[in-house]
């Protein structure tokens, strides 16, 4: 079947990916496949993270969990932001770990009516000033666990923190929360709890600070193949290409103006093709007259407003058809990264920006 607009997903990048990564540290591999799996798909993409050698999956939401569950994956899956009300003994049931990131979650779900005791991580706030329990409430935070675990309504199996500056190795943010963490680990073995799981490090701390793995390390945006620290090549494939057919060729002469606001005037007779992919399937707007894209191997331009629906490129001297399949980012000439300084902004957030209306294709063994 042809397509309009298309993300195209390597499954065995990613699977290379996670070998990539765990070749890297002795730690276990919890890939993080939220958002979608930042937009390449969450149940393919979890498969193939679990080719590559991954021991689980975390996952931001509930919705999420339910998600892998219902498709019939049935490896450890870590669920980290839990709001008040959920259904939690329903996720406890379906063997999904759930983060106690404060006092009054951790009673919530020591309280949820399971028939099973709930696998809990304790969430830590070693200064990212997000989520976890802050360091002058660890005492009753670890205490209420270890009663709790007693009681057998919990079961605490992982202790955890997240790094708020690790893409910059030398801030000293970094060694401040390894610091911090360690206390909190001192805490935790204080009241003699023992979970399994100590984990701390992101991509760039897996990446870069191997006395940060501990016993399991959650890579996020490596996994898909970008490097979490700019400028640096740790061997990774970028697994997603988005792309579209041509609809329409046409001469344009000089003294046009292309797109809405007319922004972009030809100054010369100009071949243009409209591509159909606009801010609606991720192209962001604030790249008009900025960004580029591959055409038969060729970098391309964005001529004038980039559209709800579309774009409108100079072909330049290259031969174009309707159905020439442009090339948005990939592997290749023109990447996440390219739009994301075209953006202002990281790869991350093009990644995940892809719309729904843009269709997945996934290629690879894991397909």
Same mark, same amino acid.
């Given at each position: 079947?042809?397509?309009?607009?298309?993300?195209?997903?390597?499954?065995?990048?990613?699977?290379?990916?996670?070998?990539?990564?765990?070749?890297?540290?002795?730690?276990?591999?919890?890939?993080?496949?939220?958002?979608?799996?930042?937009?390449?798909?969450?149940?393919?993409?979890?498969?193939?993270?679990?080719?590559?050698?991954?021991?689980?999956?975390?996952?931001?939401?509930?919705?999420? @969990?339910?998600?892998?569950? /219902? %498709? #019939?994956?049935?490896?450890? !899956?870590? +669920? *980290?932001?839990?709001?008040?009300?959920? =259904?939690?003994?329903?996720?406890?049931?379906?063997?999904?770990?759930?983060?106690?990131?404060?006092?009054?979650?951790?009673?919530?779900?020591?309280?949820?009516?399971?028939?099973?005791?709930?696998?809990?991580?304790?969430?830590?706030?070693?200064?990212?000033?997000?989520?976890?329990?802050?360091?002058?409430?660890?005492?009753?935070?670890?205490?209420? @666990?270890?009663?709790?675990? /007693? %009681? #057998?309504?919990?079961?605490? !199996?992982? +202790? *955890?923190?997240?790094?708020?500056?690790? =893409?910059?190795?030398?801030?000293?943010?970094?060694?401040?929360?390894?610091?911090?963490?360690?206390?909190?680990?001192?805490?935790?073995?204080?009241?003699?709890?023992?979970?399994?799981?100590?984990?701390?490090?992101?991509?760039?701390?897996?990446?870069?600070?191997?006395?940060?793995?501990?016993?399991?390390?959650?890579?996020?945006?490596?996994?898909?193949?970008?490097?979490?620290?700019?400028?640096?090549?740790?061997?990774?494939?970028? +697994?997603?290409?988005?792309?579209?057919?041509?609809?329409?060729?046409?001469?344009?002469?000089?003294?046009?103006?292309?797109?809405?606001?007319?922004?972009?005037?030809?100054?010369?007779?100009?071949?243009?093709?409209?591509?159909?992919?606009?801010?609606?399937?991720?192209?962001?707007?604030?790249?008009?007259?900025?960004?580029?894209?591959?055409?038969?191997?060729?970098?391309?331009?964005?001529?004038?407003?980039?559209?709800?629906?579309?774009?409108?490129?100079?072909?330049?001297?290259?031969?174009?058809?309707?159905?020439?399949?442009?090339?948005?980012?990939?592997?290749?000439?023109?990447?996440?990264?390219?739009?994301?300084?075209?953006?202002?902004?990281?790869?991350?957030?093009?990644?995940?920006?892809?719309?729904?209306?843009?269709?997945?294709?996934?290629?690879?063994?894991?397909?």
């Amino acid at each position: 079947m042809s397509f309009q607009a298309e993300a195209l997903v390597d499954l065995d990048a990613i699977s290379a990916n996670v070998a990539v990564l765990a070749s890297r540290t002795d730690a276990a591999i919890l890939p993080a496949v939220k958002a979608d799996a930042y937009g390449h798909g969450l149940v393919p993409t979890a498969r193939a993270c679990l080719e590559g050698g991954a021991v689980g999956l975390g996952v931001a939401t509930l919705w999420e @969990a339910w998600r892998l569950r /219902a %498709a #019939g994956v049935t490896a450890p !899956v870590l +669920a *980290w932001l839990i709001s008040p009300g959920l =259904d939690l003994a329903a996720a406890v049931d379906a063997e999904v770990e759930l983060s106690a990131s404060s006092h009054e979650q951790l009673t919530e779900i020591a309280a949820a009516r399971a028939t099973r005791p709930a696998r809990i991580h304790l969430e830590a706030d070693t200064g990212m000033g997000r989520g976890g329990v802050p360091e002058a409430d660890w005492a009753r935070f670890v205490e209420t @666990a270890a009663k709790e675990q /007693a %009681a #057998g309504r919990v079961e605490v !199996v992982g +202790a *955890w923190s997240h790094l708020a500056c690790a =893409d910059e190795p030398g801030h000293p943010a970094n060694a401040a929360q390894h610091a911090a963490f360690l206390r909190f680990l001192d805490a935790v073995d204080a009241v003699g709890l023992t979970p399994r799981w100590r984990h701390l490090a992101n991509s760039a701390a897996l990446l870069t600070a191997p006395d940060r793995h501990f016993d399991m390390v959650r890579p996020g945006i490596a996994v898909y193949g970008y490097s979490p620290i700019p400028g640096r090549d740790f061997g990774l494939r970028p +697994a997603m290409s988005v792309r579209a057919r041509v609809t329409q060729v046409k001469r344009l002469p000089a003294g046009s103006g292309v797109s809405y606001g007319h922004t972009f005037t030809t100054r010369r007779p100009t071949t243009v093709a409209v591509v159909p992919a606009g801010y609606a399937d991720g192209i962001p707007r604030s790249t008009s007259n900025r960004a580029e894209v591959l055409l038969s191997g060729r970098r391309a331009p964005i001529l004038g407003r980039v559209c709800m629906d579309q774009v409108v490129i100079d072909c330049g001297d290259i031969p174009t058809r309707p159905g020439e399949i442009v090339e948005f980012f990939g592997p290749g000439a023109v990447t996440a990264d390219d739009w994301a300084e075209w953006h202002g902004t990281i790869s991350y957030e093009i990644l995940t920006s892809v719309g729904a209306r843009v269709s997945r294709r996934h290629v690879g063994a894991a397909a």
